[in-house]
């Protein structure tokens, strides 16, 4: 696993935009008009910048895949982070959608366990290369990543087939949130 530079931007979120096109979660904070594609390519960069600034992003060594984790007990408010959330709302949310995401984003916020987290905000492998178990080596490198640090390792899936998948490295289901779509809360135990 090699942590991205900030050149390898478009490879990362080219990846992430594959991986995500048709997630519920992701769809569900997008605004859904002419423009979503867009906006899908937006809020990648967007989590991009966020985890060079309080977190990691790594590339496979393949470069077939990617994870963007933010560290919890780093992220703070800066001119940048807000100029960087004011960018989301008006290219990503939109004003319309702002409420939903504000709201899902407090509630995930709340049941975080009160640790210091490694929190697994996305990981994506090329589309035509999943199931050759380049994400699992990424994954369990993260795994290791985030325990070397002493820190609890969280994520949320609300794509049902991805359950088996992180259960099998380890993560359990804590909480089930409902948004008109099941988001499964994960953690290592």
């Known amino acids: 696993m090699l942590r991205a530079k900030p050149n390898d931007k478009e490879l990362v979120v080219d990846i992430l935009i594959r991986s995500f096109v048709d997630n519920k979660s992701i769809n569900y904070i997008i605004k859904q008009d002419e423009k979503r594609e867009q906006r899908l390519k937006h809020l990648m960069e967007y989590s991009f910048d966020i985890c060079n600034l309080f ?7 393949d470069r077939k895949a990617c994870a963007l984790v933010v560290v919890t007990d780093r992220k703070k408010v800066t001119v940048k982070s807000i100029l960087l959330n004011i960018k ?5 949310t939109g004003l319309s959608n702002i409420n939903k995401a504000i709201s899902r984003e407090s509630a995930i916020q709340k049941i975080h366990p009160s640790v210091p987290l490694y929190y697994l905000w996305f990981i994506g492998v090329e589309p035509s290369q999943q199931g050759n178990g380049i994400g699992s080596k990424l994954l369990n490198e993260i ?9 609890t390792i969280c994520l949320e899936t609300s794509t049902l087939k ?3 998948w992180y259960e099998k490295h380890g993560f359990k289901i804590y909480r089930e949130l409902d948004f008109g779509y099941k988001l499964y809360c994960m953690k290592m135990p």
Do not use: T, W
């Open 55 to 61: 977190g990691d992003v790594f590339v496979s060594d």
């Open 88 to 92: 989301l709302v008006l290219s990503v």
């Open 143 to 151: 795994i290791q990543k985030g325990l070397s640090e002493n820190r």
């Open 162 to 164: 991805n359950i088996p």
